[in-house]
T-cell receptor
């Protein structure tokens, strides 16, 4: 069946460090891939998305590239800020209307 | 821009009490979902709806009921609350037609429910 696996957290970084959160997926068909972010006390919000192979989603300095050959959608940011501290969820939707979410990765950024 | 609105935001119940959580969306979305989020468990789908008048079970439907009498509203009911239902509940909606969508979900801010 369809599934999403993302790296366990928490991830702790200093401000201005480089961020990578790994995400791999298993899916039939041609999924659309998403990264969502959840700030404390809030619901999930879409951070970026990619709908086909080799697409790069980007937003607020974050990027992720849809790699079909490695079934991956790793999230990267060149220089994190304290305000990026949150939980990040990788997700996919394919051939239907149910979204499959990863378990989430908590990021702490220290000043 | 209201988006997805959940009420109430917080609630404390005693074991055995009943309550209804309301989700309202103003984006004319067809699909709506109820999730629960527990520490270390990620998001788990409780029930969902693919259109007005329809509902279906998700991964963890036991102890919950839902109704979608109007397209914009999706209600989650707990008939007899149990401590195991202490959680944060999120509603979400998604645009789409038919039985397929590749669109992202829009989430409410959650309802924090404690069952004593």
């Amino acid at each position: 069946g369809n599934s999403v696996t993302q790296m366990e957290g928490p991830v702790t970084l200093s401000e201005e460090a480089f961020l990578t959160i790994n995400c791999t997926y298993t899916a039939t068909g041609y999924p659309s891939l998403f990264w969502y972010v959840q700030y404390p006390g809030e619901g999930l919000q879409l951070l970026l998305k990619a709908t086909k192979a080799d697409d790069k989603g980007s937003n607020k300095g974050f990027e992720a590239t849809y790699r079909k050959e490695t079934t991956s959608f790793h999230l990267e940011k060149g220089s994190v800020q304290v305000s990026d501290s949150a939980v990040y969820f990788c997700a996919l939707i394919t051939g239907g209307f149910k979204t499959i979410f990863g378990a989430g990765t908590r990021l702490f950024v220290k000043a | 821009n209201a988006g997805v609105t959940q009420t109430p935001k917080f609630r404390v119940l005693k074991t055995g009490q009943s309550m209804t959580l309301l989700c309202a969306q103003d984006m004319n979305h067809e699909y709506m979902y109820w999730y629960r989020q527990d520490p270390g468990m990620g998001l788990r789908l409780i029930h969902y709806s693919v259109g007005e008048g329809t509902t279906a079970k998700g991964e963890v439907p036991d102890g919950y009921n839902v109704s979608r009498l109007k397209k914009q509203n999706f209600l989650l009911g707990l008939e007899s609350a149990a401590p195991s239902q202490t959680s944060v509940y999120f509603c979400a909606s998604i645009a789409g037609t038919g039985l397929f969508s590749n669109q992202p979900q829009h989430f409410g801010d959650g309802t924090r429910l404690s069952i004593l």
